[in-house]
Nanobody, 112 residues
Framework: VQLQASGGGLVQAGGSLRLSCVASTRGWDDMAWYRQAPGKQRETLGYIGKTGNVDYETSEKGRFIISRDNAKATMYLQMNNLKLEDTGVYYC?????????WGQGTLVTVSS
């Protein structure tokens, strides 16, 4: 099983990015986004269930939108009005049958 996060890059504050997480197989129960800012612990951004219900675990939920396309085995993170503090490595994970699998992360750098 492989998860590939992509879509990161350098963006100016106030801009937007859409991250993608593609899984090598389908049929996941929950999928999730996390991020780790420089010098900080990894934080959970939110989980999305198979039916598309989202449980946001970040106060940024007004700017961040999690979605998924089960047919494409892909999850998305739309990030709007990016701030300097959004800089970090964004990771995705997928869960099924009590097991979790992690992608390698994609770097987002927000500049002023």
């Amino acid at each position: 099983v492989q998860l590939q996060a992509s879509g990161g890059g350098l963006v100016q504050a106030g801009g937007s990015l859409r991250l993608s997480c593609v899984a090598s197989t389908r049929g996941w129960d929950d999928m999730a986004w996390y991020r780790q800012a420089p010098g900080k612990q990894r934080e959970t951004l939110g989980y999305i269930g198979k039916t598309g219900n989202v449980d946001y675990e970040t106060s940024e939920k007004g700017r961040f939108i999690i979605s998924r396309d089960n047919a494409k085995a892909t999850m998305y993170l739309q990030m709007n009005n990016l701030k300097l503090e959004d800089t970090g490595v964004y990771y995705c994970a997928a869960f099924a049958q009590g097991r979790g699998y992690w992608g390698q992360g994609t770097l987002v750098t927000v500049s002023s």
